[in-house]
């Protein structure tokens, strides 16, 4: 919330005068809003505040499903329909979102803005959407380019460091540093999984939150690890059926080592997921010499694994 916030405050204060509901606007007194409009928007009185996230599935009258990512409730009786994007926005994308909104607001009865964080668009952006004659809605798009990555990583690998609190924005860019520049996407991936378990002060729902987000990034950067470092599918000839298993057995296998074994580090996660691998593929029926050239253990050691487990 802190990041939309921002974002409203320095590219569009003009918005919060549509994204707030008008009963929020009516506990001012105007001669208050007339005097001095742009500081009071920076103000910290014109801030979203996070109340609870709302259910992210729900299914219309006509029976029709709606999946948003992050829908959540504010204290300002607002609701916010926060969505994630890795592409552009077409015409079709649009029209959900737009759908997205109708619906949460006859679910909720509230006003719901739709805010979608974007790995493509390099500019924030307000993004308006006529989807006929007479209706016509209203997207905040928030680029991740546009945030600094360099500065995040080194603002948090600092106070982590020094044992420093970090402030919920600063979580929020730190876990969002990876898709900030897709260049240097590998390294901040390594940075934040080696790092992770450094951060001060977070509750037990804060981290179950947090370590879901870190196991998405930890999936993608480890299955290349694996592939690379330690064998991979290539090493074997396998049957259709059998890819599309030895890869559900790596996504598995992963999660769950680096799930065991991230507090000691990165490294030690693979080394347990692999471990992992190699045993499921075994109880799979792979033979013991395609486990050995898949996973890049030596077929002692899988033997030894298995008879452990």
């Given at each position: ?194 790092n992770f378990y450094g951060i001060k002060d977070i509750s037990h729902e804060e981290y179950e939150d947090m370590i879901k987000i870190v196991l998405i990034y930890a999936n993608k950067w480890c299955y290349k690890e694996v592939e690379n470092s330690y064998g ?7 049957t259709p059926g059998a890819q599309k298993l030895y890869e559900r057995l790596v996504n598995e296998g992963i999660e769950q080592g ?52």
């Amino acid at each position: 919330m802190d990041i939309v916030n921002d974002v409203i405050a320095e590219n569009f204060p003009e918005l919060i005068m549509d994204f707030y509901p008008k009963a929020f606007w009516n506990t001012f007194p105007q001669e208050i809003l007339n005097a001095c409009p742009d500081d009071l928007m920076k103000s910290d009185l014109f801030r979203f505040n996070f109340k609870q996230k709302l259910e992210s599935e729900f299914f219309t009258k006509d029976g029709k499903r709606f999946i948003p990512d992050c829908p959540f409730d504010t204290f300002e009786d607002l609701v916010i329909g926060l969505e994630f994007q890795s592409s552009r926005l077409d015409y079709k994308r649009k029209t959900v979102f737009y759908e997205y909104q109708a619906n949460l607001h006859f679910k909720h009865k509230k006003d719901v803005r739709m805010v979608v964080f974007s790995t493509v668009h390099t500019k924030h952006k307000l993004f308006r959407h006529r989807v006929g004659p007479c209706e016509e809605f209203t997207m905040l798009i928030i680029s991740l380019k546009a945030l600094n990555q360099k500065q995040t990583l080194n603002n948090s690998l600092y106070k982590i460091r020094n044992k420093f609190r970090l402030s919920d924005k600063e979580k929020a860019l730190f876990l969002a540093s990876p898709m900030m520049d897709s260049k240097n996407k590998a390294e901040a991936i390594n940075v934040l999984l080696n790092n992770f378990y450094g951060i001060k002060d977070i509750s037990h729902e804060e981290y179950e939150d947090m370590i879901k987000i870190v196991l998405i990034y930890a999936n993608k950067w480890c299955y290349k690890e694996v592939e690379n470092s330690y064998g991979g599918s290539d090493m074997v000839v396998l049957t259709p059926g059998a890819q599309k298993l030895y890869e559900r057995l790596v996504n598995e296998g992963i999660e769950q080592g680096i799930e065991q074994g991230i507090e000691q580090g990165i490294e030690q996660g693979i080394e347990q997921g692999i471990d992992i691998i190699a045993v499921n593929m075994i109880k799979e029926g792979f033979s013991l010499e395609d486990t050995s050239r898949a996973t890049g253990l030596p077929k002692a050691k899988i033997a030894q694994l298995c008879k452990s487990k």
